[in-house]
């Protein structure tokens, strides 16, 4: 039976120097990357990882992007590291575990013997590693690192899962839309791209 809470065994080590070794083995050598990086029941360093990335995407739109956040009572710094800590502490853990179930269950289909759900918000985290950019106003940027995370996260399920990467690719197609798509705005710029391409 998948647990939510399993016993920890290898995983990645902890540190700003393992989040940012981690960070480029997942974007230059994914398959090894999650072969060898996403353990059972070690959620831990994954889910840092993730808030890194959601908060160094923050940070740069923040300081790129013009009236970024609603400012509170005129207090424009504070209304930053406000919805900076709302999006980094609150969103990001509540958004990757809720992906990490909603990615479960599209497996069961086409997966039987599937890992852990551990291991699959590990696997969701580690994709979103391009997407540290996406934070850049410049909608081929943008939608670059959503197309790039949503691959890594194909690769990784069927790594971790032990399926094809067109099975992964269709059981993670909608959480793949969710988190990259709407939370990290590929969407938006690729609608962007389309309209200053006159395709819509």
């Given at each position: 039976m998948t647990q939510w809470i399993e016993s920890s065994t290898g995983g990645?080590?902890?540190?700003p120097r393992a989040i940012a070794r981690a960070w480029v083995e997942v974007l230059t050598r994914p398959k090894r990357f999650f072969r060898s990086a996403v353990a059972p029941g070690d959620q831990a360093p994954g889910l840092v990882f993730a808030m890194s990335v959601v908060l160094v995407e923050e940070l740069v739109r923040y300081l790129l992007v013009a009236d970024?956040?609603?400012?509170?009572?005129?207090?424009?710094?504070?209304?930053?590291?406000?919805?900076?800590?709302?999006?980094?502490?609150l969103v990001a853990p509540a958004a990757l575990h809720l992906t990490a179930a909603l990615e479960t269950v599209l497996l069961m289909p086409f997966v039987s013997e599937r890992a852990g759900i551990s291991q699959t918000v590990q696997t969701i985290a580690y994709s979103a590693a391009p997407c540290a950019f996406a934070?850049?106003?410049?909608?081929?940027?943008?939608?670059?690192?959503?197309?790039?995370?949503?691959?890594?996260?194909?690769?990784?399920?069927?790594?971790?899962?032990?399926?094809?990467?067109?099975?992964?690719?269709?059981?993670?197609?909608?959480?793949?839309?969710?988190?990259?798509?709407?939370?990290?705005?590929?969407?938006?710029?690729?609608?962007?791209?389309?309209?200053?391409?006159?395709?819509?």
């Amino acid at each position: 039976m998948t647990q939510w809470i399993e016993s920890s065994t290898g995983g990645r080590d902890r540190g700003p120097r393992a989040i940012a070794r981690a960070w480029v083995e997942v974007l230059t050598r994914p398959k090894r990357f999650f072969r060898s990086a996403v353990a059972p029941g070690d959620q831990a360093p994954g889910l840092v990882f993730a808030m890194s990335v959601v908060l160094v995407e923050e940070l740069v739109r923040y300081l790129l992007v013009a009236d970024a956040y609603p400012v509170v009572a005129g207090q424009r710094t504070l209304s930053a590291v406000l919805w900076l800590g709302v999006a980094v502490v609150l969103v990001a853990p509540a958004a990757l575990h809720l992906t990490a179930a909603l990615e479960t269950v599209l497996l069961m289909p086409f997966v039987s013997e599937r890992a852990g759900i551990s291991q699959t918000v590990q696997t969701i985290a580690y994709s979103a590693a391009p997407c540290a950019f996406a934070g850049v106003p410049i909608p081929e940027v943008r939608a670059l690192c959503g197309f790039y995370a949503a691959t890594l996260l194909a690769v990784g399920v069927a790594t971790i899962h032990d399926t094809s990467v067109e099975r992964a690719a269709l059981a993670s197609l909608v959480p793949a839309a969710l988190v990259f798509g709407v939370g990290f705005r590929t969407f938006d710029a690729v609608e962007t791209l389309l309209r200053q391409w006159y395709i819509i």
